[in-house]
Structure formats: structure tokens, C-alpha cells
């Protein structure tokens, strides 16, 4: 079946310029998760949703990030007056109820 | 900040041979798993070791987790190029089931 897919593949952002990445998790995936790697680095936490409650927001960085998940299902991070630190790769992952989590291909975040 | 560390950084090695990875992590954990990551594309699970289990198999796969010191291994045997990505030890210590990576060690297999 379909994976996690996430859109856009990459993004090139001027500074102060906000962006909005979009996850379409796999069907019926009830959690859901954003992580962010930096270059060179494992991926960080970010936020975490179960179906459209935001349960854990602790990994974000600023207020400058947002995550939405109105329905249960999409899930777009917003990232406003971005900065050149906010370039990275955004990964999105989404899980059913047992522990593995799935991943999508990611965004390339490019912020000049 | 990241939560385990693998050793080493880098691994070379030529198809055939076996490849050992180590990951130590710092705090009390409910599982370890290990994910490969591919050049330019996403991560994907590999294996999954509980805190109460103390080896796992998969395929050429073979994990060993020792809550007591902290650490995990991986080993691939039988390399082969297609084994050429960074692998990733990721802990989850709370509910959620959030993943907590370490910096992941590259891993070249030449023909």
C-alpha cells in the first residue's frame, strides 16, 4: 500500500519568508510525528499527534513553529520568519497502535 | 540534544564481510530499534528490541541490547553494497513512543 508521503521534496526559502510542509501519514495511522535532521545528524523530535490532538510539543524549537493536524489525517508544520538555522530535512512519520514507526522521504528545507 | 551515540562514525568494508555497529544511550529505556537511512531518501525500520529482550534476530540482522551498560550492538552479516547507508539507534522512553536517534554511523560496502 502507500507510505507516508510528504510534499514538498524541497523547499529554498528566503530569511523571514514562511513556509508550510505538508505529511500525508498512511491510512488509519492514528499517531503521528515530525522530526527534524539537521545535516550530518540523527533526526530530533518535534511535535507528536494522536489522530488530531497535539499531545507533545516539546521538541520545538521556538514559537516560530506550528503543527496542525485538524482531521486526524494531514498533517502540515508551519515554519514562519524562517532562518537559516531552520534549514534541515523535515521528516514526517506516522504509526499505527504497535511501536514502529513509518516514515516519509522528508522536506529539504533550504532557508537563504 | 541526542539521547544515544553510535560508534563508530564511519565503517568501510567490502561485500562479504560482516559489519558491527554500537550504540550507548544514556537514560532508562521501553525499546531500541535500528533504521537505515539511504542517501536522499527516508528512514526505515529495521528492528525492534524491547528492554527485556537480550538478542534479536532479523534476516542477517542480529541485535544484542545490555540495559546494564547502557548499549546496543548491531551486526550485518555477509555484506552487500546494497547495505550502504547511515544507520540510526533510536530509544523511546516514554509513552508517546517518540524516537530519540543518535548521530548514526555511515556504513560504505564496496564491490
Known amino acids: 500500500g502507500a507510505g507516508v508521503s510528504q510534499s514538498p521534496r524541497y523547499k529554498v526559502a528566503k530569511r523571514g519568508q514562511d513556509v508550510a510542509l505538508r505529511c500525508d501519514p498512511i491510512s488509519g495511522h492514528v499517531s503521528l510525528f515530525w522530526y527534524q535532521q539537521a545535516l550530518g545528524q540523527g533526526p530530533e523530535f518535534l511535535t507528536y499527534?494522536?489522530?488530531?490532538?497535539?499531545?507533545?510539543k516539546s521538541g520545538l524549537p521556538s514559537d516560530r513553529f506550528f503543527a496542525e493536524r485538524p482531521e486526524g489525517s494531514v498533517s502540515t508544520l508551519k515554519i514562519q520568519r524562517t532562518q537559516q538555522e531552520d534549514s534541515a530535512v523535515y521528516l514526517c512519520?506516522?504509526?499505527?497502535?504497535?511501536?514502529?514507526?513509518?516514515f516519509g522521504p522528508g522536506t529539504r528545507l533550504l532557508v537563504l | 540534544s541526542q539521547q544515544g551515540e553510535e560508534d563508530p562514525q564511519a565503517l568501510s568494508i567490502q561485500e562479504g564481510e560482516n559489519a558491527t555497529m554500537n550504540c550507548s544511550y544514556k537514560?532508562?529505556?521501553?525499546?531500541l530499534q535500528w533504521y537505515r537511512q539511504n542517501s536522499g531518501r527516508g528512514l526505515v525500520h529495521l528492528i525492534l528490541i524491547r528492554s527485556n529482550e537480550r538478542e534479536k534476530h532479523s534476516g542477517r540482522l542480529r541485535v544484542t541490547l545490555d540495559t546494564s551498560k547502557k548499549s546496543s550492538s548491531l551486526l550485518i552479516t555477509a555484506s552487500r553494497a546494497a547495505d550502504t547507508a547511515s544507520y540510526f539507534c533510536?530509544?523511546?522512553?516514554?509513552?508517546?513512543?517518540?524516537?530519540?536517534f543518535g548521530a548514526g554511523t555511515q556504513v560504505v560496502v564496496t564491490p
Open positions: 537514560t532508562s529505556i521501553n525499546n
Open positions: 533510536a530509544t523511546t522512553t516514554d509513552s508517546w513512543g517518540k524516537l530519540q
Open positions: 499527534f494522536q489522530n488530531e490532538a497535539q499531545l507533545d
Open positions: 512519520a506516522s504509526r499505527p497502535y504497535q511501536e514502529t514507526q513509518y
